[in-house]
């Protein structure tokens, strides 16, 4: 794990858990790079590398360092911190106990204390995000000595819409004024993306959060669910 600068600040901690590299942003992107706006300290963790299941990848070593490569200049742009980039098996969390799960994100609690949890959402078809979504809510369980305030669930294009069964948003954040460093964010990710009309495409990710905009009276939007709020 990597050494967390301690800061003195006033504001949030922020703590994003993703399965993959690439979901921080495609699911809460623009969130994030408004937290940094506003003076909050984002964090973030990974479990796997993203590119371990794909027997089709020729050069697995490459693909592994491109996707790390591109979650760093994500980082960059958007202005958080990777904390912590697990090495479980691509795809197979299913394989490893939740347990496990859990404590990667445990050791990451306790060393940033967040305010707000974003993680993925249970409703979505990759195994992987419903894990992690699994694996959240056990390292974040209400006990009397627990600070966060709110855990919030994020959708993923191309696994949310397919997934067993609806995502329900309740929290829509207003992302206008970030949606282009977001898309900044995911052309790093340009070897994950596709061409339209695929629900992963710049495009088709920046329609969404139009979409999402609408239903609150934006512009542009992220989604989320709030899965649990507690005011301290």
Request: proline share 4%.
């Amino acid at each position: 794990m990597k050494e967390i600068k301690k800061v003195i600040h006033n504001k949030k901690s922020i703590l994003i858990i993703s399965a993959h590299p690439d979901d921080e942003t495609i699911g809460c992107g623009g969130t994030i790079a408004k937290h940094i706006s506003e003076g909050d300290l984002v964090y973030a963790l990974s479990f796997t590398d993203g590119v371990g299941s794909r027997g089709n990848v020729p050069d697995y070593e490459s693909a592994a360092i491109t996707r790390e490569n591109a979650s760093d200049a994500a980082a960059d742009i958007l202005g958080f911190y990777w904390v912590s980039k697990g090495n479980f098996p691509d795809n197979m969390l299913d394989t490893i106990p939740l347990l496990d799960l859990a404590k990667h994100i445990e050791k990451v609690k306790m060393e940033v204390n967040p305010d707000i949890i974003y993680t993925h959402s249970s409703a979505d078809l990759n195994i992987d995000h419903r894990r992690v979504h699994e694996a959240s809510l056990i390292a974040f369980r209400a006990q009397p000595s627990e600070t966060w305030q709110e855990i919030r669930a994020y959708e993923v294009a191309s696994s949310t819409e397919w997934g067993i069964r609806p995502f329900s948003p309740n929290l829509f954040v207003k992302i206008d004024d970030f949606i282009d460093k977001k898309k900044e964010a995911l052309i790093c990710y340009l070897a994950e993306m596709r061409d339209m009309p695929h629900p992963r495409s710049v495009a088709s990710i920046e329609s969404i959060n139009r979409v999402r905009g609408s239903q609150a009276g934006f512009h542009y939007s992220e989604a989320f669910e709030v899965v649990k709020s507690r005011s301290l």
